[in-house]
């Protein structure tokens, strides 16, 4: 019998065709990649929330260091005097990260593919669902910059020198004076100063995007969460991003 005059059950124009999309099975296929994709934003969302709850902590915790060393040393010592806490918040915050990193640079990397990169000109959607705004569209560049960022981070800070100082009486780490030696340097100072500038770009778009991924919209208070994100990129980011620069000003 002649190829060409065989039924094929899958609907497939040939038996060898490689895109499944225009078949039966192509439907099957394509709502298994929407449910994947709905499935990662989800999960992008929420560890992306989670992380974040991490910067308000973290900043209102180092902006201590512009009252003085001591009570910057202090409340780093507490918070290590805290049974369980700061293991618990490593182990977390560091599976939280993975997680959130991993998938959004596969997420990324399906999409492509399933859009295919070949398009003649891209234009960016103005207003509408999906906000596509410059923020949005350099989502990837912004968490690179960020995966790129923590890992130098925690080298300089929570592996960075050991300064002994002694506080109340008792022997303590003296961070302050490594937060101020580092942010005494112009090349350090330039490095946070950008990259705090990416975090707030990060938090203003993905806060209210990460809302509409776990499905709370609601028409009347959509653009409250978009301000409200929007803010929180902007203050946040001012924040961390004053600390090397009075620093450095007052060194
Ligand atoms: C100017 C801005 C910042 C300063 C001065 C700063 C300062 C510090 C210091 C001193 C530590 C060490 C704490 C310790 O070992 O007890 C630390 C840890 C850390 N920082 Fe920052 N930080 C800044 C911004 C950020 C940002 C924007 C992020 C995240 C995007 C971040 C993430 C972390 C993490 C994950 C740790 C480890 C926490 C732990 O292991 O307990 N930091 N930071």
Same mark, same amino acid.
């Given at each position: 019998m002649a190829l060409?005059? #065989? &039924?094929v059950?899958?609907?497939r124009?040939t038996p060898y ?5 225009p078949t ?5 296929? #394509?709502?298994?990649y929407a ?6 934003k =989800?999960?992008l969302?929420?560890?992306g929330?989670?992380?974040f709850?991490?910067?308000p902590?973290h900043?209102?915790g180092?902006l201590l260091?512009?009252? *003085?060393s ?6 780093a010592r507490?918070?290590?005097?805290i ?6 918040a490593e182990v977390?915050?560091l ?8 998938k959004?640079?596969l997420n990324?990397?399906a999409?492509?593919? &399933?859009r ?10 103005t *207003?509408g669902a999906s ?6 569209a350099?989502?990837?560049?912004s968490g690179i910059t ?6 130098v981070?925690?080298?300089?800070m929570?592996?960075? &020198? ?5 506080l109340d009486g ?5 961070l302050?004076?490594l937060?101020?030696?580092?942010f005494?340097?112009p090349f350090?100072v330039a490095f946070y100063?950008?990259?705090?500038? =990416?975090?707030? &770009?990060?938090i203003y778009?993905?806060?209210a995007?990460a809302?509409?991924?776990l499905g709370?919209y609601h028409?009347?208070y959509?653009?409250l969460v978009?301000?409200l994100? #929007?803010?929180?990129? =902007?203050?946040i ?6 600390l090397p620069?009075?620093m450095y000003?007052?060194?």
């Amino acid at each position: 019998m002649a190829l060409e005059s #065989r &039924a094929v059950p899958t609907g497939r124009t040939t038996p060898y065709s490689p895109r499944p999309f225009p078949t039966a099975d192509g439907a099957v296929a #394509r709502r298994a990649y929407a449910v994947s994709t709905i499935g990662t934003k =989800v999960i992008l969302a929420v560890t992306g929330l989670a992380l974040f709850l991490f910067l308000p902590i973290h900043l209102v915790g180092n902006l201590l260091l512009l009252v *003085g060393s001591d009570t910057f040393n202090r409340y780093a010592r507490s918070l290590e005097s805290i049974p369980v806490l700061v293991p618990v918040a490593e182990v977390g915050l560091l599976a939280l990260f993975v997680i959130h990193a991993s998938k959004a640079v596969l997420n990324f990397l399906a999409n492509r593919r &399933a859009r295919g990169s070949n398009y003649a000109a891209k234009r960016p959607a103005t *207003g509408g669902a999906s906000r596509k705004t410059w923020a949005s569209a350099s989502m990837i560049v912004s968490g690179i910059t960020i995966g790129v960022f923590v890992p130098v981070h925690l080298l300089q800070m929570k592996f960075g &020198a050991y300064y002994p100082v002694t506080l109340d009486g008792a022997p303590a780490r003296d961070l302050y004076r490594l937060v101020r030696e580092l942010f005494h340097d112009p090349f350090v100072v330039a490095f946070y100063v950008f990259c705090m500038v =990416v975090v707030g &770009a990060h938090i203003y778009h993905g806060f209210a995007s990460a809302f509409q991924s776990l499905g709370a919209y609601h028409p009347r208070y959509a653009p409250l969460v978009l301000l409200l994100g #929007r803010g929180l990129g =902007v203050v946040i980011g001012a924040g961390f991003l004053a600390l090397p620069l009075v620093m450095y000003a007052a060194r």
